[in-house]
């Protein structure tokens, strides 16, 4: 009967064993399931984070290669140019951004390195502008009034020069010759009348000139000033006043000579640098040979730079160019990975501006 019993206890056993896996075995299938699912899942969701990121970087490998294009014909100058602005003398191009880019292609945004002075903006046209007083019926007498402003240029007094070109009489003497450009004379005339030695001229404009002369045209040393005089207010002439002196030959700057520009501080931008005193050589009027040059910002400091001219066109220092054409023309003299870039079409006919004004009659 023993034996009956444990017969039955055994196949009752078994059938609760065989309950149980059947109970157990799906929960274990559905956690196996549920686990191999996210192992999977997380697998993919991986490949997609690498092959978006692989993608990125063919995409700025591509992007680069674009910005590369024709470096192999630049320069095998290794220095790191920084590009800037450098506008023609006559035209005003200061707030125009120049997209830099180094000669490796890429883009300069690091902050310490500012922009390079851009050529300051020189009027071709008259830049007096004389309020409601009419100068034409201010009566003034020329040779008297010559006379005592070369006496204070013979004796070197700048002030005293600056504050005669305010007064009414002087800008009246000058205003006579407005629309053309014909002067006033006081000074050595030779055997046939005509300026030869030592004088000052007045012309349009409240510009002046002091030193020799011959053969009725200025040749020798002297120094030409033009004063920026205004009488109403002034919101775009940067100038009070610009100036060369130096060598002159056939009425023009000729040999070694030297600008120096006067600003109205109040009107320059912010961190953009303004030529303040070019010191070089000069043919017919027109920047040649070595130059030194400093430029000033609003903050009043300045930087210095160097380079060379050959009849009116700065000589590039390199055969790189960044996206819009500009070459490298002057080297900064503290910083020689610092530049100032020029276009080749701005690069020509440079030099001493307003010495003569389009008349009336042209």
């Known amino acids: ?54 993608d990125d970087l063919q995409q700025s490998i591509m992007d680069y290669a674009d910005e590369n294009k024709g470096a192999g014909e630049a320069d095998t100058d290794t220095s790191q140019p920084v590009s800037a602005s450098f506008a023609e003398t006559e035209e005003h191009r200061g707030d125009e951004d120049i997209d830099s880019e180094t000669e490796d292609g890429e883009q300069d945004s690091k902050p310490e390195k500012t922009p390079a002075p851009e050529a300051s903006p020189t009027p071709v046209r008259e830049a007096m ?117 130096g060598s002159w030959a056939n009425d023009l700057p000729d040999g070694e000579g030297s600008e120096h520009y006067d600003y109205d501080m109040s009107l320059l931008k912010e961190n953009q640098g303004y030529n303040a005193n070019l010191i070089g050589s000069y043919s017919a009027g027109l920047i040649h040979g070595d130059f030194y040059m400093t430029n000033i910002y609003s903050d009043g400091n300045s930087k210095e730079w160097n380079g060379k001219a050959e009849h009116g066109s700065w000589e590039y220092l390199s055969k790189n160019r960044d996206k819009r054409g500009n070459g490298p023309v002057l080297v900064e003299t503290t910083n020689p990975d610092n530049y100032i870039w020029m276009h080749p079409n701005k690069n020509t006919n440079i030099g001493v501006p307003c010495l003569f004004f389009p008349t009336d009659g042209k």
């Open 1 to 54: 009967m023993k034996k009956l019993f444990d017969d039955e206890e055994d196949e009752q056993f078994g059938f609760e064993k065989s309950r149980i896996l059947v109970t157990v075995i799906p929960f274990v299938l559905i956690i196996v399931i549920l686990a191999i699912t996210l192992i999977v899942n997380n697998l993919k969701k991986s490949d997609e984070a690498s092959k978006a990121q692989n």
């Open 129 to 245: 502008k004389a309020g409601k007083k009419d100068y034409s019926k201010v009566e003034f007498h020329k040779d008297e009034q010559l006379r005592d402003m070369m006496a204070y240029w013979e004796d070197n007094n700048q002030k005293a020069i600056n504050d005669l070109v305010y007064l009414d009489h002087y800008v009246a003497m000058s205003y006579s010759l407005k629309g053309t450009n014909n002067f006033h004379y006081y000074g050595d005339l030779d055997g046939n009348g005509k300026p030869d030695g030592k004088g000052i001229a007045v012309y349009a404009d409240n510009r002046y000139y002091y030193g020799d002369w011959k053969g009725g045209v200025r040749s020798g040393q002297g120094t030409w000033i033009h004063f920026h005089i205004h009488f109403t207010k002034n919101t775009d002439d940067l100038y009070t006043a610009h100036q060369y002196t």
